[in-house]
């Protein structure tokens, strides 16, 4: 079975700080891996999903993730976070075969202050 | 393009009572979802459609039913809602391609007293 864990359940930062969300897989077979952000009372939106190919995958507003295969990881980062990044942010898997259910974390949310 | 549309926004059930929980979308696709999400569990698969006319349960299915009449519609159900059902529900749509992106509506936030 697949899972995806979020370590962290709220990140606060300052804005213009950098940001790092962190997240790991379990998996025994070849996955998709998503990250989807949530802003409040509002649906999910995807900021970037790695499929294959190059490890260093970059999304809308700002936001990058680097797939490492090694450590089970797709950790999602920002050099500088603007006060309206303050969201939640769910990292997400599906596998590339059959039915491709998507799996969720429980969301990390980034509270960005001024 | 509206997209992905729920209705309704808000609702207020009592214990026992029933409803229907409406998704519409307008990008021709074939995969739709119904997942609820609760503090701190992240979204589980209540119910999903591969196409017109076909239903599947996911992870969380029991208590609700589905219907997928329409391509562009799909409908969740609660015959008896009970409290634990309190939640939000999001329904989502993908087209068939190979890659899983989801494209989220604006969710239903429904309480049962």
């Known amino acids: 079975a697949q899972s995806v864990t979020q370590l962290d359940s709220q990140v606060p930062v300052f804005e213009e700080a950098p940001v790092e969300l962190r997240c790991n897989y379990s998996?025994?077979?070849?996955?998709?891996l998503f990250w989807y952000v949530q802003y409040p009372n509002q649906g999910l939106q995807l900021l970037l999903k790695?499929?294959?190919?190059?490890?260093l995958v970059k999304g809308i507003n700002g936001f990058e993730a680097e797939f490492n295969k090694s450590q089970t990881s797709f950790h999602l980062r920002k050099p500088s976070v603007h006060i309206s990044d303050t969201a939640e942010y769910f990292c997400?898997?599906?596998?590339?075969?059959?039915?491709?259910?998507?799996?969720f974390g429980t969301g990390t949310r980034l509270l960005v202050s001024p | 393009n509206a997209g992905v549309t729920q209705t309704p926004k808000f609702r207020v059930l009592k214990t026992g009572q029933s409803m229907t929980l409406l998704c519409a979308q307008d990008?021709?696709?074939?995969?739709m979802y119904w997942y609820r999400q609760d503090p701190g569990m992240g979204l589980r698969l209540i119910h999903y459609?591969?196409?017109?006319?076909?239903?599947a349960k996911g992870e969380v299915p029991d208590g609700y039913n589905v219907s997928r009449l329409k391509k562009q519609n799909f409908l969740l159900g609660l015959e008896s809602a009970a409290p634990s059902q309190t939640s939000v529900y999001f329904c989502?749509?993908?087209?068939?391609?190979?890659?899983?992106?989801?494209?989220f509506g604006p969710g239903t936030r429904l309480t049962v007293l």
């Open positions: 989502a749509s993908r087209t068939g391609s190979s890659y899983n992106e989801q494209f």
């Open positions: 998996s025994s077979v070849s996955v998709y």
């Open positions: 790695y499929l294959s190919g190059s490890t």
């Open positions: 997400a898997l599906s596998m590339n075969t059959g039915f491709q259910k998507l799996v």
């Open positions: 990008m021709n696709h074939e995969y």
């Open positions: 459609s591969v196409g017109e006319g076909t239903t």
